[in-house]
């Protein structure tokens, strides 16, 4: 059931969160001032920018921006300037310490994401409350390549298909932007440390903390409701950024097996989740002991082979997507390598 807040309106909280984004956040506090979410009545909505672990001016930045905004809507804006950096470390923070205990809603961006849309917000926030089977709605991300047509050259056009359909966006959670449901948010712990805190997020959600079995219609998203981010350039650009997600992603499964093994009920997962948001060390210890692993090493071997597999069930048989196959498959090669490299000289936990 929808709590509200003391002035009757609903309750919701949106976190954005930022390390190091002094050169984009007023761009993002900007669109965030168009959005009608913010004046509706119904709402009662708050912004809460998490600048973590920040050696620029993220945070001067923000308040500059949100001081050049009408009266009314500044006080919709809260700046947090927080000491230690870390993604999962930060969202577990905004769900737990600084969120209103009765929104109904939490929210999470990504600090260099862009809100061409007036409606983003508020199509999202109707998305999920008029669906009461919904716990998390996503946001569509478009790369900047496509939804303003950049002339950017060859290279950087083929990195931005690369990756298309690979993932079904609706049943997927982007960590650049996406909202839950109040209770449901408040259940889950994040992990000191976790590369890739949206996957383990989503997994969280369709199991309900791993207390049964995967139910894809507790997520959604609506093709017409998008973001635009910015597509990485280079190759040496990609190569850098998508280990990161291997490592993640091998990370989660690690995770997943154990909590299973273990047979924790809901409230005992919760539990120790809660506990291991506190202990930084939790989450290196457990790899130490669950990674490498057979036969796979400590990158499954799933991830190598996805592209392979989305192409075959979803891609078109062209000249042109035969070769972004090809060279996908070639940077996969390269990234599942340096994932599991940096996985074995013991990086894959900690600051992200």
Same mark, same amino acid.
């Given at each position: ?51 973590? =672990? ?67 917000? &508020? ?124 490592? &993640? ?78 060279? =996908? ?16 000289? &013991? ?6």
């Amino acid at each position: 059931m929808a709590h509200e807040g003391r002035t009757g309106r609903q309750a919701v909280d949106i976190g954005i969160f930022a390390h190091n984004e002094a050169e984009v956040i007023a761009d993002l506090i900007a669109d965030l001032s168009r959005q009608v979410a913010l004046t509706r009545e119904d709402l009662d909505l708050r912004v809460m920018l998490m600048a973590n =672990g920040c050696s620029d001016a993220t945070a001067a930045r923000a308040q500059e921006a949100v001081a050049a905004l009408p009266e009314g809507l500044q006080d919709r804006f809260v700046i947090h300037d927080l000491a230690e950096g870390g993604k999962s470390r930060t969202v577990h923070r905004f769900i737990h310490d600084t969120a209103r205990g009765d929104a109904v809603i939490l929210g999470f961006m990504d600090a260099d994401i862009r809100l061409p849309q007036t409606d983003t917000l &508020g199509r999202m926030i109707d998305g999920m409350l008029t669906r009461s089977e919904l716990h998390a709605f996503t946001s569509r991300p478009v790369k900047d390549v496509v939804h303003d047509k950049l002339e950017v050259g060859l290279v950087p056009r083929l990195i931005a298909a690369g990756g298309d359909g690979l993932t079904n966006f609706r049943k997927s959670i982007c960590g650049q932007l996406y909202i839950l449901r109040g209770d449901m948010a408040r259940s889950i712990g994040l992990p000191a440390g976790l590369p890739v805190e949206d996957g383990f997020v989503r997994a969280m959600v369709v199991t309900d903390l791993l207390s049964r079995d995967q139910d894809l219609t507790r997520i959604d998203g609506d093709p017409a409701v998008y973001h635009v981010y910015e597509s990485i350039r280079s190759i040496p650009d990609l190569i850098h950024h998508q280990p990161r997600l291997s490592v &993640g992603s091998a990370i989660n499964a690690a995770l997943y097996a154990k909590f299973r093994r273990e047979g924790h009920d809901r409230k005992a997962l919760q539990d120790l989740l809660m506990q291991t948001a506190r202990n930084p060390e939790w989450l290196a210890g457990v790899l130490k002991t669950e990674l490498p692993r057979r036969p796979f090493g400590y990158v499954p071997f799933r991830f190598l082979t996805n592209r392979i597999w989305a192409f075959r069930k979803f891609g078109r048989r062209s000249p042109k997507a035969l070769a972004v196959l090809l060279v =996908g498959l070639g940077l996969d090669s390269v990234v599942y390598v340096k994932a599991s490299l940096r996985m074995w000289r &013991g990086a894959g936990s900690g600051f992200w």
